[in-house]
């Protein structure tokens, strides 16, 4: 077996501190405003919100939905801890955008394993500060190294974040999964996990004092990959751990003046 590190900064450490990750299970179908009624299975959902604790529940299945979502001001909401933001069709496409401070998104994707079509294009972006996402593709329970969740499949998940001390917590479980992340801020906290064949997650980073715990298992031939691009950044702390019983890349990029720490951690 293969495995290729291209790294520019010096690796502090070897060992990686364990990932905790919550239960993830699969919530009962959310009880949504008459107001809110979803129209059939390929109608497009837009809402846009202005104001301060606003509140958006969806859930949306069949074919080749298209949902835009934006929320302005702060406190709001897409999803929660009980009823989070589901796609549950195929070729799914989800945009949100949330522009202020103390924001949450809770969302859950799953689709077909098998088959023609499959897939899910989602674009999360919050702008402001002490956001949260809280994100799921699949379902089960908790991706620990040893259970997994379920349902997902060729997802191409984007995160874009703009600000100070906000939260990413992902878990996806399936094959050719695709993660970009690009923050441009300080003091921000992301924990990614993501198990299956064909991973590829991309992480762009500007600011100081941010936390990334990467975790990315392979389970067949097509192994894993992270490429992670950090420009003038100082103090950020990289936990990265890749497992599996085929090919990991892992290749790190800088400029400017960049400083941190990496704890690389490459296993079968």
Known sequence: MRKTIIASLMIAAFLIPTIGLAQVVA???????????P???TAAATAALSGTTNKIYLDQSGTNPNVNMTQEGSGNTAGDSSRAIRLRGIDQSLVTIQSGDNNTINLEVTNATSGVSQGATVTIRQI?????VDAACGYGTANDGSTSLTGC??????WRF???SNNLLYRGTGNNLISHIDVSGDTNTFVVD???????????LSGSNNTFNIAQKSTAVGGSHISLDMTS???????IEQSGSVNNYLNIKTSGTTSGTF??????
């Open 194 to 204: 993501q198990i299956g064949n064909t991973h590829s997650q991309v992480i762009g």
């Open 153 to 158: 499949k060729a997802a191409d998940i984007n």
């Open 39 to 41: 129209g059939t299975d």
């Open 128 to 132: 402001g500060d002490s956001n949260t």
């Open 263 to 268: 704890n690389i951690l490459q296993k079968n």
């Open 162 to 164: 703009t600000g100070d």
């Open 233 to 239: 950044t100082s103090g950020s702390t990289m936990n």
């Open 27 to 37: 919530p009962t179908a959310p009880t949504i405003p008459s107001m809110n009624t």
